[in-house]
């Protein structure tokens, strides 16, 4: 912006090219100047790249959560019980469909509040903000709307652009870069409901399951599952094991998941991919309508079982699958989506997704 006085980041830009890792202050100081319009887009850009470059520490991206929560539109939905999100960090280069956007709905079918804060694709064809706008979410509801919905239907999609208007001021520069940045990790962290009580996080590289959650970690009971799926996926996957870190307050546990340990026949991944943002719509809807191939339906139950297990309506993954798949088969998760559409959306627009994915097929 012509006129406008930029902050220097060069000493800490610096810092991070010699893979120094900042203090708090400094990190908290950079983000806020960043986020606040304060710094070029070449100092943004230099900064994203030096940091990506040395290694986010498990510390630094506490102190960037908690600078990006602060410019954030907060909500605090009137609920009773646990509040719970499902997101994935993307970037795992893997096309699926909409797992994590189909399980927020099952898992809120079957009785758990769902906050689903999401945003359009970085790395795939189509994200949970692409697929929910093209059957009829109004992506600029107001975080009052929002609110009100997560109380009345108990399931909201928070879009982070709405939420988090000050992220608009890295955008050019995220662009600019061409890679993975602190952001595309800090974003299904970010959150913007302050009374948000559990959330299920996928990551896409193993390294980041300890140091997000040690970021998550708080001394209040807060549950966290951390989860990657070893052949990639950043979420609970029904074609191999999975390496889960599941944090509690200050406690965190550490687990290895197997389908077949909760009686889940093993697919392969191909079986779960997509070739076209409309693939991604049909695959969705047909999970969410309960006529998905078994292998889709799978993954998604699977998903949704976690948030089940942190939101207290399930004892263990194994019951979580049961009482996501009886919601499914119920017609529940279905109805659970008309909801929202009818809170935040076109109706009309919902009803020719559906004439053009589920009753053609």
Request: hydrophobic residues 40%; proline residues 3%; glycine residues 6%.
């Amino acid at each position: 912006m012509a006129g406008t006085r930029f902050e220097d980041l060069s000493p800490v830009i610096r810092k991070l090219v010699t893979r120094t890792n900042l203090s708090n202050l400094e990190m908290a100081k950079s983000v806020d100047l960043l986020l606040e319009g304060r710094v070029s887009e070449s100092s943004i850009a230099s900064f994203l790249v030096a940091l990506a470059m040395k290694g986010e520490s498990a510390e630094e991206i506490r102190v960037i959560l908690q600078s990006v929560k602060a410019h954030a539109t907060s909500i605090t939905p009137r609920i009773n019980g646990p509040l719970i999100d499902l997101s994935g960090t993307g970037g795992d280069n893997i096309k699926s469909f909409n797992i994590s956007t189909a399980a927020a709905l099952v898992a809120a079918a079957a009785g758990i509040k769902v906050a689903k804060h999401g945003n359009r694709s970085f790395s795939g064809l189509c994200g949970s903000a692409d697929f929910l706008e093209c059957i009829g979410l109004d992506l600029n509801s107001s975080p009052e709307k929002v609110s009100q919905t997560i109380e009345t239907i108990g399931i909201g999609f928070l879009y982070s652009p709405r939420f988090h208007p000050a992220m608009r001021n890295a955008s050019s520069a995220r662009k600019v870069i061409g890679i993975r940045s602190i952001f595309n990790i800090i974003g299904p962290l970010c959150n913007p409901c302050t009374n948000i009580s559990g959330q299920v996080v996928g990551v896409f590289e193993p390294s980041l399951l300890e140091k997000v959650s040690i970021a998550l970690q708080s001394a209040n009971d807060n549950e966290v599952m951390v989860v990657h799926a070893y052949d990639g996926f950043d979420e609970l996957s029904n074609t191999c094991e999975n390496d889960i870190v599941w944090v509690s307050g200050e406690q965190i546990k550490r687990l290895r998941l197997h389908p077949k340990v909760i009686n889940m026949r093993l697919a392969k991944p191909e079986q779960l991919l997509i070739h076209s943002k409309e693939d991604s719509i049909r695959e969705s809807l047909r999970v969410i309508y309960g006529i998905a191939a078994q292998e889709k339906e799978d993954i998604v139950v699977l998903n949704a079982s976690a948030a089940l297990v942190i939101g207290k309506i399930a004892k263990d993954f194994k019951q979580g699958v049961e009482i996501a798949r009886s919601a499914l088969k119920d017609g529940k998760a279905a109805k659970k989506l008309l909801e929202l559409i009818e809170q935040c959306g076109d109706t009309e627009k919902l009803k020719e997704a559906e004439r053009k994915f589920i009753d053609s097929t």
